[in-house]
């Protein structure tokens, strides 16, 4: 009796996928108006963006770019007794922003936004981004100063380790 109902429920589950996947897929395709919130140019671009990101999967190795990422931190602002404490920890600051800039292009952006209208006035505009995602064969460029307080860390990921993320992204 049990295995009977684990059964129905399973192809009650598998049945609301396939149709719920293809009611999305007539939305999107559809001229369909927002309503409740419901956004058909969502659906639209992360269609267009597993569209992309088939294209990177099946690229082959000369269309693979070498991403580069620029990071900057301010030496007075950081944290540290000596001067040789601060520029130590800006250079890391400005890697960690760097380190950033990459987990941005490789696995984008989440943006979180809110706005409060009242009496057709915005009264408050907020937003919220956030970046996660795992970095690996960064290599770093080049550290140098820019200026009297800053400093610039530049790091690269190349063409090898890419074209090896891909291959290790293809087997999962």
Known sequence: MLNKSKNVALTFTICSLFLSSGCLQNIASSKFSPMNGF???KIESDSDGIVALKEVFDSSVEKIPT???IGYAVVSSQPGRTDAQKRLMAIRSA???????????????????????I??????DTFRAV???????AKTVRINPTGVDTYETVLEIDKDMMLMMLRNARRT
């Open 119 to 124: 009496d057709l006035m915005v009264q408050n």
């Open 67 to 69: 991403l580069s990422a």
């Open 39 to 41: 956004n058909a140019n």
């Open 95 to 117: 890697r960690m922003a760097a380190m950033r800039e990459l987990a941005e292009q490789i696995h984008g952006i989440q943006v979180d936004s809110n706005t409060t209208v």
């Open 131 to 137: 970046v996660k995602g795992v970095i690996r064969g």
